[in-house]
């Protein structure tokens, strides 16, 4: 017989949810998002410390290196030993990376795959578990504009985030039947301290912002509280019946073509 989820109230309270890469960025603006709607959030991070003093009361710190099974397995144990449940897991943690094909080495590749596509494998199997006892349970990975349009200099990070699209969709075939949904969303470019570094390195740190902003239709980069929001939105009941779905949270950029202005 199909899986007929009974529908949980409106909100997330007394939902636990785990958000990796949480300390900072999207990941801490979700885990903020995740908390006010009444959810215990987890952050799951491999500098836990960083995350900052005013949501410690909050937001339970986790130490967790996605590059590592045995870290994932005793944090999410952690997690669950600690809030008593696992319900929303967020796939959050993720590096960057820059150039073109020929600009990384095989070392650089399988490091940036490692903790982006196989930080996901390793903390979705980890909570599979707990998951599948949850009456409301939800993943969300987060992916990138990159895996759908073709940008330069990130040839690495795209192929990455390409994985990341193709694993949610088959994530969410294997598990719709368990009652668990898989979803991912694509960021633009969005306004995070990886940004803010990336910028730092520029020539001419302005004219690298004012031109990162014109690549979006909206004219600006994408806030991580937009992204959280989008996130929050996908782990809840309200999208009880969304699944193998990719949000794009990216001002236009996927979709749009807009003709120069004064054209």
Request: net charge negative; aromatic share 2%; proline share 6%.
């Amino acid at each position: 017989m199909p899986y007929t989820p009974t529908p949980p109230p409106l909100g997330l309270s007394g939902l636990v949810a785990a958000v990796t890469g949480g300390a900072s960025g999207i990941g801490l603006a979700t885990s903020r998002y995740l908390a006010r709607l009444g959810a215990r959030v987890a952050v799951l991070d491999i500098a836990p410390d960083a995350l900052p003093a005013a949501d410690q009361d909050t937001l339970l710190p986790v130490r967790c290196d996605v590059s590592d099974d045995t870290s994932v397995r005793a944090a999410v144990a952690d997690v669950v030993d600690r809030l008593g449940a696992l319900d929303i897991l967020v796939n959050n943690a993720g590096i960057g990376a820059q150039g073109t094909v020929a600009d990384n080495d095989d070392a650089e590749w399988q490091r940036v795959l490692d903790v982006n596509v196989l930080g996901i494998v390793r903390t979705t199997r980890a909570a599979l578990p707990h998951l599948r006892a949850s009456r409301h349970a939800a993943v969300v990975n987060t992916c990138s504009v990159a895996a759908t349009a073709g940008l330069p200099q990130r040839v690495l990070y795209s192929a990455s985030k390409g994985a990341v699209l193709s694993l949610t969709l088959a994530m969410a075939a294997d598990h719709v039947r368990e009652g668990i949904r898989v979803n991912c969303v694509n960021p633009g470019t969005a306004d995070t301290p990886w940004i803010d570094r990336l910028l730092s390195r520029a020539d001419d740190p302005a004219a690298e912002r004012t031109a990162l902003n014109a690549r979006q239709p909206t004219g600006r980069l994408v806030s991580a509280e937009e992204v959280a929001s989008a996130i929050a939105y996908l782990a809840s009941p309200a999208a009880a019946s969304v699944t193998g779905t990719a949000l794009a949270v990216d001002g236009g950029m996927q979709g749009l073509r807009l003709r120069p202005e004064g054209a």
